[in-house]
């Protein structure tokens, strides 16, 4: 585990496995509802075989309720609820520390063309009206995400890499406890029983 751009390491065993099963069903769902994703298949507890993909150096980031890096940088109190779905969009660029930019930095810099933003910014706001109420009947406040797309050989925009505890931030519904990667970020502690946890939500929900 990492966390901090990797400053801060730690492991936890089983939780690449967790993370590949809590991610296909997601990608399963997300393909139910009209989503193009990289997804073929899962092979087995941590391999999956997906369509190759150029991935767009963005990092789409989707916000619901104010917490992390959104509260430090403008203030806002821990956990206000944003009036309307945040998207916002960071470079993909560890030795940058994944600056937050805008639409004519992205242009400017070449990494993606205005139509794609634009539909970069419609999906993060599909994907969570999707998520947003299935995570809400498995008792989790699905906060805020982090999305990665690819453009397949056809230049298809494909969502691609993984959704899991680590790239979302989920709060219980019942107690407000974390249930994702901030257990480690945070020093928490349990954070295998809090991915198992959302892992036996997602599948009582696809039931
Ligand atoms: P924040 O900007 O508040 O740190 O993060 C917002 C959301 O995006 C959180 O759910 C966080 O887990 C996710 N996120 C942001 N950057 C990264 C990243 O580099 N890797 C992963 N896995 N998730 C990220």
Same mark, same amino acid.
Request: with cysteine.
């Given at each position: 585990?990492?966390a901090f751009?990797a400053?801060k390491k730690g492991?936890?065993? #089983? /939780?690449?496995? $967790?993370?590949? *099963?809590?991610?296909?069903?997601l990608?399963?769902?997300l393909e139910k509802?009209g &989503?193009?994703?990289?997804?073929?298949k899962t092979?087995n507890?941590t391999?999956?075989?997906i369509?190759k993909?150029? %991935?767009?150096p963005i990092?789409?980031?989707v916000r619901?309720?104010a917490?992390g890096?959104?509260t430090?940088?403008?203030g806002i109190? +821990?956990g206000t &609820?944003?009036?309307?779905?945040?998207?916002e969009?960071?470079y *993909?660029?560890?030795? =940058?520390? +994944?600056?937050?930019?805008?639409?004519?930095h992205a242009?400017?810099?070449n990494i993606? *063309?205005e +139509?794609?933003l !634009?539909?970069?910014?419609?999906?993060?706001r599909? &994907?969570?009206?999707? =998520?947003?109420?299935?995570? !809400? /009947?498995?008792? =989790?406040?699905l906060?805020?995400?982090?999305l990665?797309f #690819?453009?397949d050989k +056809?230049g298809?925009?494909l969502?691609?890499?993984?959704?899991?505890?680590?790239?979302?931030?989920?709060w219980d %519904?019942a107690?407000?406890? *974390?249930m994702d990667?901030?257990?480690?970020r945070q020093n $928490? #502690?349990?954070?295998?029983v809090?991915y198992?946890e959302?892992l036996k939500r &997602?599948l009582g #929900?696809?039931?």
């Amino acid at each position: 585990m990492t966390a901090f751009n990797a400053e801060k390491k730690g492991s936890e065993s #089983g /939780k690449g496995a $967790l993370n590949c *099963k809590i991610s296909t069903q997601l990608f399963n769902l997300l393909e139910k509802n009209g &989503i193009k994703t990289h997804l073929i298949k899962t092979l087995n507890d941590t391999e999956q075989l997906i369509k190759k993909v150029q %991935i767009i150096p963005i990092e789409v980031v989707v916000r619901n309720t104010a917490t992390g890096s959104l509260t430090k940088r403008l203030g806002i109190k +821990d956990g206000t &609820i944003l009036p309307f779905t945040l998207v916002e969009f960071y470079y *993909k660029d560890d030795a =940058l520390g +994944d600056p937050l930019i805008n639409d004519e930095h992205a242009l400017m810099m070449n990494i993606a *063309k205005e +139509d794609q933003l !634009e539909q970069l910014r419609k999906l993060g706001r599909q &994907i969570n009206s999707i =998520l947003k109420p299935f995570f !809400e /009947k498995a008792g =989790l406040n699905l906060i805020d995400f982090k999305l990665e797309f #690819g453009l397949d050989k +056809d230049g298809t925009v494909l969502l691609a890499d993984e959704i899991s505890p680590d790239s979302c931030r989920f709060w219980d %519904i019942a107690t407000g406890d *974390k249930m994702d990667k901030d257990r480690f970020r945070q020093n $928490l #502690g349990n954070v295998k029983v809090a991915y198992e946890e959302v892992l036996k939500r &997602i599948l009582g #929900g696809m039931n």
